[in-house]
């Protein structure tokens, strides 16, 4: 059995704080690794030692829950926590698992932990699973449209977007094709070596990202979003092997 994943809690209210690491405890897949009260321990707590999941308050003084998520360097997965519904806009463009209306519910609380723990399992098998033999970009894969099947090659594919139970196969010569399976399921199937998630709504053909950003990769003129929680594996992928650098390594 793998161990617990780490869990943080931060809220300034302690009765909620309480009830949240209460919910926690009661989940064997996790364990609490912190609670806090202020943003600023729990922003030098998660600079320090990592945790899998953050669970988090949006207002808080000094500094906000989205403000801490921001500032992270390497942010954890996050479900935010707020008595404003009016803040789930920008939890989304923050890739956040999952977001709760105060008061909490462990039958809601529960959902939203089932939703990280799918994402920390995958990527826990991911990483352990042994690297991919190499993919020829130039091979092709079939998708079924409203009307017939359509052979499409890697290469061609620029990037894809969800919607909902559906995907848009954007193709590099402005051809979109709609198709009736969901971007994980889409993302399961075509080459990791190929395609990198660069938000929950997005998958990309890695060799067809001309720029990276802050907030956005650059797919020919199409700005394509980035999230926070995918831009390290997007840097990895795509530009560290390639990066020049200003002091090049030189070989003895």
């Not at 808080?60 to 403000?67: A, F, I, V, Y």
């Not at 519910?105 to 932990?113: G, K």
């Amino acid at each position: 059995m793998s161990p617990p994943f780490t869990c943080l809690v931060l809220d300034d209210d302690p009765l909620v704080s309480d009830l949240a690491s209460s919910y926690v405890a009661r989940i064997p897949a996790l364990t609490l690794a912190g609670q806090y009260a202020d943003a600023l321990p729990a922003f030098e707590h998660l600079a320090r030692t990592s945790v899998d999941l953050l669970i988090t308050d949006i207002e808080l003084p000094e500094l906000n829950g989205l403000e801490l998520v921001r500032a992270l360097r390497r942010p954890p997965l996050v479900i935010f926590m707020t008595s404003h519904p009016e803040y789930a806009l920008p939890t989304y463009d923050l890739d956040a698992v999952d977001f709760l209306v105060k008061p909490l519910r462990f039958e809601r609380f529960l959902r939203a932990i089932d939703k990280a723990l799918l994402h920390l399992r995958a990527s826990a098998t991911e990483a352990t699973s042994p690297p991919a033999p190499p993919v020829d970009e130039n091979e092709a894969f079939f998708i079924r449209t409203e009307l017939q099947f359509v052979k499409v090659r890697y290469a061609d594919v620029a990037y894809v977007e969800a919607m909902r139970d559906f995907s848009k196969v954007h193709l590099a010569d402005g051809t979109v094709h709609i198709t009736l399976v969901n971007l994980k399921h889409m993302e399961g199937q075509l080459p990791a070596s190929l395609f990198v998630r660069t938000h929950r709504s997005y998958l990309v053909n890695a060799g067809r990202i001309d720029a990276v950003g802050g907030q956005a990769v650059r797919v020919g003129a199409v700005e394509v979003p980035l999230g926070l929680t995918f831009r390290e594996a997007v840097l990895a992928q795509v530009v560290q092997q390639r990066l020049l650098s200003r002091h090049p390594h030189k070989p003895a």
